[in-house]
């Protein structure tokens, strides 16, 4: 986790695996669906279809699929050998870092509210984690929210940004399964976050 799907509803998700389905998906869709602005490496990124379980996921995610030194070295020696493109890391069930949009029922409280709600409601169910305001006015909330062995979010760091002022309520997360983002990482999640283009 991510904190993206910690709501006024305590909805969890999965913190770094999905279902066998989607881990083992054969085929690569992020060509219809591109790997968001901002984002640093694209062509280490992948989209994740939604779980076999859940086919109608109101979320849309992409991952950096974790991968070792000798795992990139043969995805990228091999096909180059051949002279054919280099083909994106494959996802095993384990991410680095993720990418998620996802539409939800709004609140009915205002985006203050909302943020302390949130807050209270995480350290319920995450003790150690820390929740941080870095915006909040009528049109938005953005959070950090860090946690630190937490089960099932384990080390993660994650900035979240939640729409207030669109026709549909949205939450896009930026998360890094760290206990603390690099400064690349933050610009690169914050330059995503406010890249996304809304829908007409």
């Known amino acids: 986790m991510t904190r993206l799907v910690i709501l006024l509803v305590l909805t969890l998700a999965l913190a770094g695996c999905d279902s066998l389905g989607a881990a083992l998906a054969p085929i690569d869709e992020t060509a219809d669906h591109p790997?968001?602005?901002?984002?640093?490496?694209?062509?280490l990124w992948i989209y994740l279809p939604p779980p076999a379980d859940r086919p109608a996921s109101d979320v849309t995610r992409w991952v950096k699929p974790a991968e070792t030194a000798e795992e990139r070295a043969k995805r990228i020696a091999t096909p180059a050998a051949a002279g054919k493109p280099v083909p994106r890391p494959r996802y095993r069930g384990v991410w680095v870092e993720q990418f998620e949009y996802?539409?939800?029922?709004?609140?009915?409280?205002?985006?203050?509210?909302?943020a302390e709600i949130f807050k209270r409601r995480m350290q319920r169910?995450?003790?150690?984690?820390?929740?941080?305001?870095?915006r909040v006015d009528g049109a938005e909330v953005l959070l950090e929210?860090?946690?630190?062995g937490c089960e099932p979010f384990g080390d993660e760091d994650e900035l979240l940004r939640v729409v207030f002022d669109q026709p549909d309520f949205i939450e896009l997360g930026y998360t890094v399964k760290a206990s603390a983002m690099t400064p690349a990482q933050r610009q690169s999640g914050m330059t995503a976050l406010y890249a996304w283009k809304f829908g007409p």
């Open 102 to 114: 996802r539409t939800l029922e709004r609140p009915r409280v205002p985006p203050v509210e909302y």
């Open 35 to 43: 790997v968001p602005e901002g984002l640093a490496d694209p062509d």
């Open 125 to 134: 169910n995450c003790p150690d984690a820390v929740t941080t305001p870095l």
């Open 145 to 148: 929210v860090v946690t630190s």
